[in-house]
C-alpha cells in the first residue's frame, strides 16, 4: 500500500519560509515523477511543483517560480518543497503526489497516489 505523509506545515507572517516534506512509502520510490500541489476551498487542487525521478528536471507553476524550490532525496524516499517570501496567497492545503503516469507533471490528474494533506497559512 502506497503511503505519503506530508509535514512541516504551519503559520508564518508574510516574508517568511516554510520547508514541506513528504515521505513515501510503499512502492518503488525514486522511479517517477513527483508533485506538490495547492487547494483552497471552492478552488481546485494545482500544482505548484514536480520533480523528474532522478531529480534533474523540475517544474514549477508561474506564482511560485524564484520563491519555491523542489528537491528529493531518493535515499531517505522523501520529497521536499522549500518555501521562501511566502505571502497571503499561499495560504493553502498542501499535498503531495507520486504514481505520475502521463501527461503535464504539474496536472493532478497525471498522478495516482496523494498525501493526505498539510495546511499553511501564511498571515500578512
Known amino acids: 500500500q502506497v503511503q505519503l505523509v506530508e509535514s512541516g506545515g504551519g503559520s508564518v507572517q508574510s516574508g517568511g519560509s516554510l520547508r514541506l516534506s513528504c515521505a513515501a512509502s510503499?512502492?518503488?520510490?525514486?522511479?517517477?515523477?513527483m508533485g506538490w500541489f495547492r487547494q483552497t476551498p471552492g478552488k481546485e487542487r494545482t500544482g505548484v511543483s514536480s520533480?523528474?525521478?532522478?531529480?534533474?528536471?523540475?517544474y514549477y507553476a508561474d506564482s511560485v517560480k524564484g520563491r519555491f524550490t523542489i528537491s528529493r532525496d531518493n535515499a531517505k524516499n522523501t520529497l521536499y518543497l522549500q518555501m521562501n517570501n511566502l505571502n497571503p496567497e499561499d495560504t493553502a492545503i498542501y499535498y503531495c503526489?507520486?504514481?505520475?503516469?502521463?501527461?503535464?507533471?504539474?496536472?493532478?490528474?497525471?498522478?495516482?497516489?496523494w498525501g493526505q494533506g498539510i495546511q499553511v497559512t501564511v498571515s500578512s
Open positions: 503526489a507520486t504514481g505520475f503516469a502521463f501527461g503535464n507533471p504539474l496536472a493532478q490528474t497525471g498522478y495516482r497516489y
Open positions: 520533480i523528474s525521478g532522478n531529480g534533474d528536471t523540475t
Open positions: 510503499g512502492y518503488t520510490y525514486g522511479t517517477g515523477c
